[in-house]
């Protein structure tokens, strides 16, 4: 069956950085676009990052445009998101998700806990 | 950037009800338009994509209907395992944007 473990999740201070990865299984990793969406505590979803099949597409939100770096190693099947310049307000959970369509998020990780914190 | 609401925020409903969930977008967005379901602790779900196609392996008393800015969910029969958050989405254009959610309570 399809699965997505996200790692890499931490305690870090304001202005340092992570790296989150995301590992998966079940599916071919090369048919699809994959994301990284956030939920801060108590709140709603933002997309945060997407990158094509190729990874010669990616997309970024405006609040971690130049901080954040999307990419992917289609030969371990892996998805990663590098985290710069962290603040206080990228604290949330990290979903790592496949995308369907594309354009929607047809199944989903558990999440990895990020908290930025001095 | 496109914004999406949904009303109510919050419903408390029964076992058996019959639950309608709207979400509007602020400009049209054709049927480009997706809801998920997240109950506490867990990651989202997809349930329905591109406004109505029930994804595989979602019961059928989801369905979904609309298009252009107005769209809703609905759940026939509501059980006690759809007590959750749901979220719509909208892919139309970047930024994709979520709606706030729709809190389901048991009555």
Known sequence: ?118 | DIQMTQSPSSLSASVGDRVSLTCRASQTINIHLHWYQQKRGAAPKLLIYEASKLQSGVPSRFSGSGSGTDFNLTISSLQSEDFATYYCQQSYITPRTFGQGTKVEIK
């Open chain 1, 1 to 118: 069956q399809v699965q997505l473990v996200e790692s890499g999740g931490a305690l870090v201070k304001p202005g340092g950085s992570l790296r989150l990865s995301c590992v998966v299984s079940g599916f071919t990793f090369t048919g699809y676009y994959m994301s990284w969406i956030r939920q801060a505590p108590g709140k709603g979803l933002e997309w945060v990052s997407y990158i094509s099949i190729g990874g010669s597409t990616v997309y970024y939100a405006d609040s971690v445009e130049g901080r954040f770096t999307i990419s992917r190693d289609n030969v371990k099947n892996s998805l990663y998101l590098q985290m710069n310049d962290l603040r206080d307000d990228d604290t949330a959970v990290y979903y790592c998700a496949r995308e369907g369509g594309p354009n929607w998020a047809d199944h989903w990780g558990q999440g990895t806990l990020v908290t930025v914190s001095s």
